[in-house]
């Protein structure tokens, strides 16, 4: 079955050298060592080994040259980190009516403020509003690999926008947040106990709050294109922790 092509971007392949710092790479670019943004905030570290193919998109201005966008992965689609393009990629997603969990709903607004945060979406649905987080997870986990997972590191800003949707799901408003597996080939999502254990309780506490927990998959073409994987992926929480 064809995959939905939610946006077209213009890649170079890149070879990946090393991390300099939280928010850059030296890429090789047809040869020559080039500086790349990198926008996720997460560790990578199965994804950033020397000599790992990758794709770039060029970028004017800065002190960078390029966009470090995505890692070849499993057979050559790439496993999108940079975290615009997986935003640009929900919601186009959105506005095409592709995300199950969210049937007709718009962006109201973006960047909302609630109490000391700042909460990625605000949707209107046909039964009402909905105050949204998305989270980007691109570690893979599972014996097939099947499991996007989030956080690959501790994450304190993560977890304050968690209790953020708890304390307004029992304030009686409609919560959700939703995860972006930007993996070829997983199927379901589930949090990463070992990267940060307080995040994996949070969300078992949310979801008895009645926040609501969902997740898609998207990948990234060799030609540019990045595509819907699966609107939805299934939500394991271990009841166990």
């Not at 060799?222 to 994987?229: I, N």
């Amino acid at each position: 079955m064809r995959k939905p092509v939610l946006l077209e971007l213009n890649v170079v392949p890149c070879t990946f050298i090393e991390r300099l710092n939280r928010f850059v790479a030296l890429v090789d670019v047809k040869g020559e060592t080039r500086k790349a943004l990198i926008t996720n905030t997460g560790r990578l570290e199965e994804f950033m080994t020397p000599g790992r193919k990758a794709f770039c998109t060029p970028k004017s201005g800065g002190k960078t040259d390029f966009v470090l966008v995505a890692f070849e992965d499993l057979g050559g689609r790439g496993a999108v980190i940079d975290t615009r393009t997986q935003a640009k990629a929900f919601e186009r997603a959105l506005e095409l009516n592709l995300v199950p969990w969210l049937k007709d709903c718009r962006i109201k607004r973006k960047e909302v403020r609630t109490g000391k945060s700042r909460l990625d979406y605000l949707f209107e649905c046909p039964d009402g509003e909905i105050h949204a987080e998305m989270k980007s997870a691109v570690l893979r986990g599972g014996d097939r690999g099947e499991y996007a997972m989030y956080p690959d590191c501790p994450s304190t800003r993560g977890q304050k926008h968690i209790r953020e949707l708890i304390g307004l799901s029992k304030e009686g408003k409609r919560t959700m947040i939703f995860f972006i597996g930007a993996m070829p080939g997983v199927e379901k999502f589930t949090p990463y106990e070992k990267g940060d254990p307080e995040i994996a309780r949070l969300l078992k506490e949310a979801r008895k709050a009645g926040v609501e927990i969902h997740a898609l998959s998207i990948s990234l073409l060799p030609d540019g294109r990045v595509v819907l994987e699966r609107p939805s992926l299934e939500v394991e929480l271990r009841e166990d922790f």
